[in-house]
């Protein structure tokens, strides 16, 4: 018998390449039903304007409301849900810069100090820019309680709602806020630690503290510093410091104000703590498969029992934003090598990371990471017909005369919580032709924000006592 010839080391490497490129596992997909965009609902200003006063009292530790978005409080009904859809990516530009913007000048220092009336040279900026409220609740205000729409917003910490008499007050679909018929209103005076906790106060002749909150728009409200009763479905919170604006300018969609919800010291989930344990969750519904409302819970409650958290980062620069690490991005099971943390870590001095928030609709994140996620995303869709950009999205298919599609996974990895989206919350639609676009975007400022697109379904928990923001998968039930 003939020598046996030694197998070529070429010739191993090639086999060694062919059998591991064979049994990588291929991509994981799941199914997108496809529905159209969301038509607004016969829901008026005015569907509950006094229902709650035969609502039974919740317990005095847990309070629950229901949540409108914007579009289905519209008095607008003869909108098309194209000219909506479009309204909501104008609204969010906007937002978006508002909230880069806040971060960007968020490294000058304040004072703190009270100035002389009609002196508020460093105002607050407030990430609700003209008419960005995405969703709205009813609460009552004073007593007796006079129910009125309030804006929900995470951006933002101040509490405040029109007043009269007024300078100058948008209109509101309910009457504005008479605090001289409100037994619990009580002006809080210059000297009070109440009014130093104001970033920008101010003193009237009657030594009285005022408050100025602008907006990143050019919008602003200005007014008396107050607290006063508001109440939630029959519940009562006390004490709650609130602007009372005679001066109230810019583009506020029909709400009387805003319910801030920041982890600033003025926010209500700040000074509610004590009460509710430092704890609130919401839950957002995709308005395009549902017709229920979304909810907030104030709480025990609030927090799920299958919620992933992640630890609440701080900004030493700002206090209002609620800051996450985000580590990576997976598409169809696999992690995108290019997505590191480096792209969305914070600096010293509090410029750059990554931030959830409710009034942002589409997930911004900088601009390398995007890219990365988005050719990803696009290899693995690569059996889907694809159509023109539309508007800020870069990534459009052509799903006309489909019901349903196969598409790639994708994962959000954040420290200590992997996070994996249902199809319908990044293939959105943005026609009534059958036009889907990967719903999220890329942003040259250095922060990236989780928007409310990709946090629909999940009841998505702040936990200001532990420092930490969870996520419950179908948590709107």
């Known amino acids: 018998m003939g020598a046996r010839r030694p197998i070529s080391f070429p010739f191993l490497l090639s086999l060694f390449l062919t059998v591991s490129l064979s049994s990588a596992a291929p991509l994981q997909y799941?199914?997108?039903?496809l529905t159209s965009l969301p038509k607004p609902?016969?829901?008026?200003w005015a569907t509950q304007q006094d229902s709650e006063t035969h609502l039974q009292p919740q317990s005095q530790t847990t309070l629950s409301v229901d949540l409108h978005h914007v579009d289905n409080l519209s008095p607008d009904f003869n909108s098309t849900p194209e000219s909506l859809f479009k309204l909501r990516l104008r609204r969010d530009a906007i937002r978006v810069k508002a909230l880069s913007?806040?971060?960007?000048?968020?490294?000058?220092?304040?004072?703190?100090?009270?100035r002389a009336s009609g002196d508020?040279?460093?105002?607050v900026i407030s990430g609700l820019a003209q008419g960005s409220g995405e969703y709205f609740t009813r609460i009552g205000i004073g007593t007796p309680a006079k129910y009125v729409y309030m804006v929900l917003d995470t951006g933002s910490?101040?509490?405040w709602v029109q007043c009269s008499p007024c300078k100058k007050c948008y209109s509101q679909t309910d009457p504005v806020f008479n605090p001289k018929a409100s037994t619990s209103f009580l002006g809080v005076s210059c000297g009070s630690p109440l009014c130093r906790r104001l970033d920008s106060p101010g003193c009237n002749n009657r030594q009285k503290c005022l408050y100025q909150v602008s907006y990143g728009d050019g919008s602003f409200t200005v007014g008396e510093f107050s607290t006063e009763t508001l109440t939630f479905r029959r519940t009562k919170v006390s004490n709650v410091a609130l602007g009372c604006g005679h001066d109230n300018e810019?583009?506020?969609?029909?709400?009387?104000?805003?319910?801030?919800l920041g982890r600033g010291k003025l926010s209500f989930p700040t000074q509610a703590g004590s009460r509710?344990?430092?704890?609130?969750?919401?839950?957002?519904?995709?308005?395009?498969?549902?017709?229920?409302?979304?909810?907030?819970?104030?709480?025990?409650?609030?927090?799920?029992?299958n919620a992933v958290f992640t630890p609440l980062l701080t900004n030493p620069k700002l206090d209002t934003f609620y800051y996450v690490g985000l580590n990576g991005i997976s598409v169809g099971g696999v992690r995108v090598p290019a997505i590191t943390p480096s792209l969305f870590k914070m600096d010293q001095m509090g410029s750059g990371g990554v931030i959830v928030d409710s009034g942002t609709s589409v997930t911004r994140l900088t601009r390398p990471a995007y890219v990365a996620l988005r050719?990803?995303?696009?290899?693995?869709?690569?059996?889907?017909?694809?159509?023109?950009?539309?508007?800020?999205?870069?990534?459009?298919?052509?799903?006309?005369?489909k019901t349903e599609v196969k598409v790639p996974t994708v994962v959000l990895h954040f420290q200590g919580a992997d996070v994996s989206l249902p199809a319908s919350n990044y293939l959105i639609p943005v026609d009534s032709d059958g036009k889907f676009c990967f719903a999220f975007a890329g942003t040259m400022s250095g922060l990236s924000i989780i928007g409310n697109i990709q946090q629909q379904g999940f009841r998505v928990v702040f936990d200001l006592a532990s420092n930490r923001v969870g996520f419950a998968p179908r948590g709107c039930a």
Do not use: H, W
């Open 120 to 123: 508020f040279s460093s105002s």
């Open 250 to 260: 810019g583009l506020f969609v029909g709400a009387a104000g805003l319910l801030g």
């Open 41 to 44: 609902q016969a829901f008026s």
């Open 375 to 401: 050719d990803a995303f696009r290899t693995g869709a690569s059996n889907l017909k694809r159509a023109p950009d539309f508007s800020l999205f870069d990534t459009c298919f052509d799903l006309s005369g």
């Open 276 to 305: 509710f344990g430092g704890k609130f969750s919401y839950c957002l519904v995709d308005r395009s498969a549902s017709s229920k409302p979304s909810s907030m819970v104030f709480g025990e409650s609030a927090v799920s029992r």
């Open 30 to 33: 799941q199914t997108l039903v």
């Open 157 to 159: 910490d101040v509490v």
């Open 101 to 114: 913007t806040i971060a960007a000048v968020s490294q000058t220092n304040v004072s703190g100090q009270p």
